[in-house]
């Protein structure tokens, strides 16, 4: 069981999952990384928010808990997937491919903020991972 763990891992890694992915040996399948957003304005998205592509990598079949952390006082994080918008947090199960594919916004008190830097925390039963804007 080990080994298909590491091998998960490291075949996240090499498939560009960036931080969060585990490293060799490691128990946790449990990757997470954070890149420009790329795909259509999905239901629920407002246009004017930063977004950012959220890689969720892991077990198939998996229950992740999402969460934002260190979002400055006045703005709001949210993870969008294909259904829902949710603010702050999300549970999502991973599909039969390893990996699911999260809109995270920040959506600013007012027009003209820098992107802060927030934290996504994830974690299941398998372990923690964290990625960072």
């Not at 930063?50 to 949210?78: F, N």
């Not at 999300?90 to 995270?104: C, M, Y």
């Not at 600013?108 to 996504?120: F, M």
Request: net charge positive; hydrophobic share 40%; proline share 9%.
């Amino acid at each position: 069981m080990v080994l298909f763990l590491t091998t998960v891992g490291v075949a996240l890694a090499l498939a560009g999952m960036g931080a969060g992915a585990p490293a060799l040996g490691a128990a946790s399948s449990l990757s997470l990384s954070l890149g420009p957003w790329t795909g259509p304005q999905l239901p629920g998205s407002i246009p004017e928010t930063l977004k950012y592509r959220l890689t969720v990598g892991g077990r198939p079949g998996e229950t992740v808990e999402l969460r934002a952390a260190d979002v400055p006082k006045g703005w709001v994080a949210t993870f969008c997937t294909e259904h829902l918008c949710t603010p702050n947090h999300s549970r999502l199960t991973l599909p039969a491919s390893r990996v699911k594919i999260v809109e995270f916004q920040l959506v600013p008190p007012d027009a003209g903020r820098a992107a802060p830097k927030v934290r996504v925390l994830g974690s299941s039963r398998d372990g923690e991972a964290t990625a960072t804007t």
